[in-house]
């Protein structure tokens, strides 16, 4: 009896108090302007790379006519600097005048005229990060704000405010958005302020609460910052993966493929590892200089679809020694207990010569006697059917990778 008093208390809460908005079943997928555009405002100079509307529906129109919204990129995310530095005298948020001439509302239409969805940024706290107003004091009339907007997609970060008071700040904006009846994927900065404050997130809330959130630092356009993600995610994955799932992402910030910092083969790298991070697919690049190499990077539909499996797993690291370092996601389909699995050969040796790795699939856990189908997701090469006992041996350029696909059998 109790436990079903329990159950029920425990449904109802999540009813009137979580998110559970049903979004985001998996990873978001999409563009997001911060780290190619930054917070250039200067319109006058720069017209073409301002924070602007133009910006926005001329990314819209490409991730349209370039045959980015097949594959599935579909937000259009305004990040920061949006804003008129002061809120109007009825205290609602205003766009830049001069820089979104149309106001937001004409915006979001125009991206959703295009088949496409709609994002904004905004910050819990005094100001946002670049220093516009912040929601606190306006929570619920931002809320409220951003549903007549029409808006799909919620970044709420988390400068000028205290780390300590998120966790009630961060639920009762995810409640606001919520009310309004407009369903909005809410993407939060949570832990990562309450992380560098020293504080232990309280990451089953934040599951409850946010579709994503960011862990850890801002990526920025070098090797050294992909890098340093993907050992903060190997090296904290007993407390972050499990948090990963349909619904609820961890966020280990943008895509910067197809920018000026990451060589050809470390752009495959950090594709190849956001998608077994089931990390959520934010380009942050200028669509209409990307060169073709980088571009067939993002549309690659094999790896796209092992971020986006539908069990939503999120992989881990199984091997780190000198410089060779193996990640692996269990993926669908799942037969009798044997899951299907992504596997990473990531080399990050310097010494410039591909490196030679030499593994059974046994060592790589699996399991199934019925074998597996082995494909390189890059490379179009299709191993056929291989068992636990064979072993595979793959090249790996430096801080590059090799990324496989093993279907498990069923008979
Ligand atoms: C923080 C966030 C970034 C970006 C900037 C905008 O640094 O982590 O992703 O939104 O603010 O000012």
Known sequence: MIS???????????????????????????????????????????????????????????????????????????????????????????????????????????????????????????????????????????????????????????????????????????????????AMVYSCSWPVYQIYAGIQPNFSAIQTHCNLWRNYDDIQDSWSSVENIIDYYGNNQDAIAPNAGPGHWNDPDMLIVGNFGLSYEQAKTQFAMWAILAAPLLMSVDLRTIRPEFKEILLNRKIIAVDQDGLGIQGRRIYKHKGIEIWSKPISPVYQNFYSYSIVFINRRTDGTPSDISVTLKELGLLNSMGYRVEDLYENVDYGVLHPHTKIKVKVNPSGVVMLKAITQFY
């Open 4 to 182: 079903i008093i329990t159950f029920i208390i425990g449904a109802l809460c999540v009813l009137c108090c979580g998110l559970e908005n049903g979004l985001a079943r998996t990873p978001p997928m999409g563009w997001l302007s911060w780290e190619r555009f930054r917070c250039n405002t200067d319109c006058l100079n720069d017209p073409d790379n301002c924070i602007s509307e133009q910006l926005f529906q001329i990314m819209a129109d490409l991730i349209v006519s370039e045959g980015y919204a097949s594959v599935g990129y579909e937000y259009i995310n305004i990040d920061d600097c949006w804003l008129e530095r002061h809120r109007g005298n009825n205290g609602k948020l205003l766009s830049d005048h001069k820089r979104f001439p149309n106001g937001i509302k004409a915006l979001s239409d125009y991206i959703h005229s295009r088949g496409l969805k709609f994002g904004i940024y905004e910050d819990y706290g005094n100001y946002t990060c670049a220093g516009y107003p912040g929601i606190i004091g306006y929570e619920k009339s931002d809320a409220e704000q951003f549903a007549e907007w029409n808006v799909d997609y919620v970044k709420l970060d988390g400068c000028y405010s205290l780390p300590s008071d998120m966790d009630k700040g961060y639920s009762e904006f995810g409640r606001y958005l919520n009310k309004t009846g407009k």
